[in-house]
């Protein structure tokens, strides 16, 4: 039994080192500041201040690769979760959307927060400072609503 238990360690072992090869790619492409949601929507400092805390990390070209998301199999997860929520949203690529999908994007912003969606759940088992009091999702709500209200306005 021991010699199997042994076995079976060095092939769990070798199979970790192994998988330490198959590296995928951490980017954060430029940022073009007069692009950002910052620079197109002008949050205010508390709107801006809850986004960089909880959002930034994801939704941005400004990731900020801890030193674990170079260990697989944690670092194929948080690429992929990087990946997704950049596809779904980028707020240093703001100026990319059309109006009608910069208003949904706004709305699911509270949506998700209010759900408690967003940011991950698994994101908050390390990053806890990202969590939302129910003051920040209110925060982000009713700004989310004004900027909606502002793009729709500008669009007359």
């Not at 709107?47 to 670092?75: F, K």
């Not at 209110?138 to 700004?143: D, F, G, V």
């Amino acid at each position: 039994m021991q010699k199997v238990a042994k076995s079976l360690l060095i092939v769990l072992v070798v199979a970790f080192l192994a998988i330490q090869f198959v590296r995928p790619e951490r980017t954060n492409p430029s940022v073009d500041s007069s692009r950002t949601i910052h620079s197109q929507l002008q949050p205010p400092p508390e709107v801006a201040s809850i986004l960089e805390r909880s959002c930034i990390d994801c939704h941005s070209n400004q990731t900020r690769w801890p030193w674990y998301s170079n260990v697989a199999p944690t670092s194929w997860l948080l690429v992929s979760h990087v990946n997704q929520a950049r596809e779904h949203m980028n707020l240093t690529e703001w100026a990319k959307y059309e109006q009608k999908d910069a208003e949904e994007l706004l709305e699911d912003i509270c949506k998700e927060t209010s759900k408690g969606d967003m940011p991950l759940p698994s994101y908050l088992l390390i990053h806890r400072s990202s969590k939302l009091s129910p003051q920040d999702v209110r925060t982000l709500c009713e700004w989310s609503k004004t900027a909606r209200e502002r793009l729709a306005m500008e669009s007359r």
